[in-house]
T-cell receptor
Framework: AQSVTQLGSHVSVSEGALVLLRCNYSSSVPPYLFWYVQYPNQGLQLLLK??????LVKGINGFEAEFKKSETSFHLTKPSAHMSDAAEYFCAVRGYSSASKIIFGSGTRLSIRP | EPEVTQTPSHQVTQMGQEVILRCVPISNHLYFYWYRQILGQKVEFLVSFYNNEISEKSEIFDDQFSVERPDGSNFTLKIRSTKLEDSAMYFC?????????????FGPGTRLLVL
């Protein structure tokens, strides 16, 4: 069975500091991995996705994530945090079937200190 | 850019009432999904739908829930007799065949409050 674990339900960083949100996955085969962002009272927006083409994936708003099979990790990073990055971030995994559901992690709330 | 739309954005209902949540998926997509997010919790899968039938459903998706694609554009989730614990944000998503794009595209959600 597939699953994702997000370490840290709440992360707080200063504006301009490095953002690191951790995600570990469990899957019997290399999965598709995603990071979604949810701003307050809004829906889910795709930040980036891993589909086995490249281990370092760049997304929108300056975010990137690296797939590390040996560590079963897919951590999200951004070199310099901006106030507008404050949101809830969800790591997610899905299988290969076209109808496969997405399994979400429990989410990490990112706060940015001025 | 095409997007998934959902109506209504908010709905308040009395316990025991029926509600229908509506979604218009992206036009060339073939796979449709409903997820829900109870306040403060993670997003949970409810059901997937393809070729006019349910592909997979979770244990949450009991006999009180049903889905339908009544025409070529809408995809609906019906809750027959709402319970207090059905209060949540409900997200619709759609995707093309995996070989085209692995992404599921989410709508903005319908916030359902059961009183």
């Amino acid at each position: 069975a597939q699953s994702v674990t997000q370490l840290g339900s709440h992360v707080s960083v200063s504006e301009g500091a490095l953002v690191l949100l951790r995600c570990n996955y469990s899957s019997s085969v290399p999965p598709y991995l995603f990071w979604y962002v949810q701003y307050p009272n809004q829906g889910l927006q795709l930040l980036l996705k891993y589909t086995s083409a490249a281990t370092l994936v760049k997304g929108i708003n300056g975010f990137e994530a690296e797939f590390k099979k040996s560590e079963t990790s897919f951590h999200l990073t951004k070199p310099s945090a901006h106030m507008s990055d404050a949101a809830e971030y969800f790591c997610a995994v899905r299988g290969y079937s076209s109808a496969s559901k997405i399994i979400f992690g429990s989410g990490t709330r990112l706060s940015i200190r001025p | 850019e095409p997007e998934v739309t959902q109506t209504p954005s908010h709905q308040v209902t009395q316990m025991g009432q029926e509600v229908i949540l509506r979604c218009v998926p992206i036009s060339n997509h073939l796979y449709f999904y409903w997820y829900r997010q109870i306040l403060g919790q993670k997003v949970e899968f409810l059901v997937s739908f393809y070729n006019n039938e349910i592909s997979e459903k979770s244990e949450i998706f009991d006999d009180q829930f049903s889905v339908e694609r009544p025409d070529g554009s809408n995809f609906t989730l019906k809750i027959r007799s709402t319970k207090l614990e059905d209060s949540a944000m409900y997200f619709c998503a759609s995707s093309p065949p995996r070989l085209v794009d692995e992404t599921q595209y989410f709508g903005p959600g319908t916030r359902l409050l059961v009183l």
